[in-house]
């Protein structure tokens, strides 16, 4: 597993914190916002993008994600998740869940309480465990591979 200490821990905490204005809820009034931590210590916030058609939304996880891989970053070690809530913590959905498992399943997903240091801290794989990954695909494309050089 990565490892992460407790000041990049706050400091992505405060980074995501610092976020949140740029959220542009105008229906759930919800914002929410995350700092991803890639592997070379570059750090790529998000913010949640809601849209009149909801399904066009997009989370604050996946915004970061997406700038980070269009940026050329491929390896992630942290994520701090944060919202307005102010005692509890805001957990990323199923579909950031499945996003962020594409990208390795030690990732560590910090879930950040907006009014104080309280955290939580777990792995992808904690939070979606027996996920679909890359890894499933491997025996399939052997499969096709082996059935077109037949």
């Not at 989370?59 to 997406?66: G, L």
């Not at 390896?75 to 390795?104: H, W, Y």
């Not at 939580?120 to 679909?132: A, C, G, M, R, V």
């Not at 052997?142 to 059935?147: E, F, T, V």
Request: net charge negative; aromatic share 10%.
């Amino acid at each position: 597993m990565m490892m992460i200490t407790k000041e990049e821990i706050l400091n992505l905490i405060q980074i995501a914190r610092n976020s949140l204005v740029y959220s542009y809820c105008p229906y759930s009034h919800f914002p929410v916002a995350c700092a991803l931590l890639c592997h070379d210590d570059t750090i790529y916030t998000g913010c949640n993008v809601e849209n009149a058609a909801y399904f066009g939304s997009i989370c604050a996880e996946r915004t970061a994600i997406v700038k980070a891989v269009s940026s050329g970053h491929r390896k992630f070690r942290a994520i701090a998740i944060t919202s307005n809530l102010m005692n509890d913590i805001c957990a990323p959905c199923g579909n950031c869940r499945q996003f962020m498992v594409e990208f390795g399943k030690d990732l560590i997903v910090i879930l950040a309480n907006h009014n104080n240091d309280e955290y939580k801290q777990y792995t992808i794989n904690d939070l979606l465990p027996h996920s679909f990954g890359p890894e499933n695909l491997t025996d399939y494309y052997k499969l096709i591979a082996k059935s077109s050089s037949s």
